[in-house]
């Protein structure tokens, strides 16, 4: 299935892609029509998929992908912290925030290749 | 103001930081699929036919990891079940009085956080006439646009230097992290953020392919029910 060879694909981003995701937004489109926001079912379902997501972050930052496996885990750990700190610092402004973290990353590495 | 101005209008108002922010994070995925080994024309079909990052990552890493189908749509459909609130509290501001379920089925496809903020903070100001055409005109550009960010991203990564290549990859989990804290509204969200953070590294490592199904869950249900002894003492 890697690489694009065959169109097994396609049933994957079908199946996988767009019915695993549109499915909660139809869901959606229709309790829109009697559900209000702050029921428990959606606290609940909140919860779980923000700590999965911050699961998936977690492991892109400690076990990369590519390239960026190559800049030390200290460096990227320091990047992230620091893009969390001046988010904050900037009122939490996500620009600043992913201004600092890239920066911290990009010259930390740069520094450390050319060491 | 007539349909048709009101959607060049959405047009004309669609470049906002979110989405500047939203196009660095789309270059970022391009980088990210072409690292994972996928094709280009994969790149652009997942971004447009899913349009939610996290399940787009998602989605590509299991692809790229040949992972069974079962095993993806679960995970994607995971972090998707967040689109479910953002799409309740959108479609009574967003929908006229005779708008048809599949033309409601079709505007939500693209309600993502992005979308989701601009659209909150846009729309109420409209009449009620022009928010439909105002939406279209503002998903063309930020979609139309994405999806040139991502084979700028893709082209990229084969092309740049390892330091800003793994620069663009980063822009991915600073830009997940950040949206989440920015749009987290109770204390549940952000110990439900702290607790994944905590959990992914070390669940990936004794159960690798579980690691996101089981850090959503486990410490999903933990800070919910956390965040529900709280609010019951309060």
């Known amino acids: ?115 | 103001m007539s349909r048709r101005a009101a959607f060049l209008e959405g047009m004309r108002r669609a470049p906002s930081t979110g989405a500047v922010v939203l196009i660095c994070s789309f270059v970022g995925y391009g980088a990210l699929v072409h690292e994972a080994g996928l094709s280009v024309v994969q790149a652009v079909a997942v971004a447009l036919f899913v349009w939610a990052l996290p399940g787009q990552v998602v989605l590509v890493t299991e692809m790229a990891a040949g992972a069974p189908l079962w095993s993806a749509a679960i995970s994607v459909t995971l972090t998707s079940v967040r689109l479910m609130p953002l799409v309740v509290v959108l479609m009574p501001i967003v929908r006229g009085e005779r708008t048809g379920k599949l033309h409601q089925i079709l505007l939500v496809h693209f309600c993502a956080i992005t979308i989701w903020i601009e659209s909150m903070q846009r729309l109420p100001r409209l009449p009620r006439a022009e928010r439909i055409p105002y939406y279209w005109g503002f998903c063309f550009v930020l979609v139309s646009t994405n999806l040139v960010a991502t084979v700028v991203g893709f082209q990229l990564a084969a092309t740049l230097g390892l330091v800003l290549a793994a620069g663009l990859l980063f822009l991915t989990p600073l830009y997940f992290v950040l949206s989440i804290l920015r749009t987290s509204s109770s204390a549940a969200d952000r110990l439900a953020l702290w607790f994944g953070l905590a959990m992914g590294p070390p669940v990936f490592l004794v159960l690798p392919g579980f690691e996101l199904v089981l850090s959503g869950l486990v410490g999903g249900v933990a800070a919910y029910l956390i965040g529900r002894m709280r609010r019951r003492r309060a």
């Open chain 1, 1 to 115: 299935m890697t690489g694009g060879e065959g169109y097994g694909w396609l049933v994957m981003l079908f199946v996988a892609g767009t019915l695993a995701t549109d499915f909660w937004r139809v869901l959606g489109v229709f309790a829109s029509l009697r559900v209000n926001e702050g029921s428990e079912i959606f606290l609940f379902a909140r919860a779980v998929s923000t700590a999965l997501v911050a699961a998936l972050i977690a492991r892109i930052v400690c076990f990369p992908p590519g390239t960026l496996a190559d800049a030390p885990l200290l460096l990227r750990l320091a990047a992230f912290g620091s893009g969390l700190a001046v988010y904050y610092a900037a009122r939490r402004s996500m620009l600043s925030g992913i201004i600092a973290g890239e920066a911290v990353l990009v010259v930390g590495f740069a520094v450390y290749v050319n060491l």
